[in-house]
């Protein structure tokens, strides 16, 4: 069994396990780097990882036309309540949830979460995926902080890193956020969808190779790679 992950620009992909159709942080809409629209967009579940609008993205309009079940913190999952979105999971930090398609637990990030329309977004969060005897661990948007070791200790097949700058972690601090994190395989996300966050993934992954010893998959928009 395979979890396949597709990247589609920006911090926006979708993990398909265990026959459901995971879609996170689904920004399409005004995303320069989106490869899909939001129309074309499936999902079992959405994923949201913290409230701002490159990550809550298409969302609302998402789970409504396939009425697939938002999984957020708690005061995220309120805001789609009351967006009209029936269907929600909350978790929160530090916490896990047995889903039909694996084991999902919300761990901490360093970053901000207000909503779009300014509504609180509670703290933001990274998953870890524990699924098919593998485990993948999205960072989402966040700075380097010492207790990506720990994370690690759970023993990583794949990490997906922002390495953008400016927002979240940049490259120097992504490398050694990879060498906390010692996953097998890495997939750098959020960077190159505006100037302001262009980096040379194709450059870093070759230096993260290097020093960390991870298989570095460097994805175009677009692109699937399969655990
Ligand atoms: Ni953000
Ligand atoms: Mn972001």
């Known amino acids: ?31 320069p780097a989106a490869a899909i629209s939001a129309e074309a967009a499936q999902a079992d579940y959405i994923l949201i990882s913290h409230g701002h609008g490159d990550h809550v993205g298409d969302a609302v309009a998402i789970a409504k036309r396939t009425g697939a079940t938002v999984i957020a913190n708690f005061e995220i999952c309120n805001w789609f309540n009351m967006q009209g979105v029936a269907k929600t999971h909350p978790q929160h930090l530090g916490g896990g949830f047995t889903y039909p398609f694996g084991y999902l637990k919300l761990t901490l990030a360093l970053h901000g979460s207000a909503l779009p329309d ?53 490259p120097a601090d992504a490398r050694r956020a990879a060498k906390l994190l010692q996953a097998k395989h890495i997939v750098p996300v959020h960077y190159n969808t505006w100037d302001l966050i262009a980096q040379d993934g194709q450059a870093w992954g070759a230096q993260v190779a290097a020093e960390a010893g991870a298989q570095v998959h460097v994805l175009k928009a677009g692109e699937a790679f399969s655990l």
Do not use: Q
């Open 1 to 31: 069994m395979t979890i396949k992950l597709t990247w589609y620009g920006h911090a926006a992909m979708l993990v398909e396990v265990g026959g459901a159709k995971l879609l996170v942080d689904p920004f399409f809409t005004g995303n």
């Open 118 to 170: 300014g509504s609180y977004g509670g703290n933001p969060c990274g998953f870890l995926l524990t699924a098919e005897a593998k485990k993948v661990y999205l960072a989402c948007d966040t700075g380097l902080f010492g207790d990506m070791r720990l994370i690690g200790e759970e023993g990583l097949d794949l990490a997906v890193l922002p390495i953008g700058d400016n927002f979240t972690m940049g």
